[in-house]
């Protein structure tokens, strides 16, 4: 399966980019690539894209990788909104959530009232102490001693 994503090729904090055909089981570092069809500078803010060439590889089949997705986006390669690349926490997303509509209640209905029981008085429980268990000794039988033979 080919993909549309970039290849690191800058130097250590100088980070340039080349935008590449490649198969996706290439390493994303190094590696052969089918074609190279631009190149983008983060830290300059400078990006180069042959569009006809992403175009022909997009119509071939090839997917873009999110970042290379967004930035085609953002180019109006591509019409279509572009994808989140930093995920939402789930406790954000259970907190915005609306609420499962509840069934719509009668403007007619009352409260009902709640009938409250007396409240049980409980007995406290008389303690006795505990006598520990009687053990009765049995008499342990003397083994026969070890004859010791001398020669």
Known sequence: MLVIRLLRIGKINQPVFKIVVTDKRNPPRGGVFVEDVGFLNSGKKERALKVERIKYWLSVGAKPSDTIYNMLVSEKIIDD???????????????????????????????????????????????????????????????????????
């Open 81 to 151: 909104k572009k994808i989140p690349l930093q995920k939402k926490s789930k406790k954000k997303e259970e907190e915005k959530a609306p609420e499962a509509p509840t069934a719509a209640k009668p403007a007619e209905e009352k409260p009902k009232e709640e009938v409250k029981e007396p409240p049980v008085v409980e007995k406290p429980i008389e303690e006795k102490p505990v006598e520990p268990p009687k053990v009765e000794e049995v008499p342990q039988e003397k083994a026969p001693e070890a004859e010791t033979k001398t020669e």
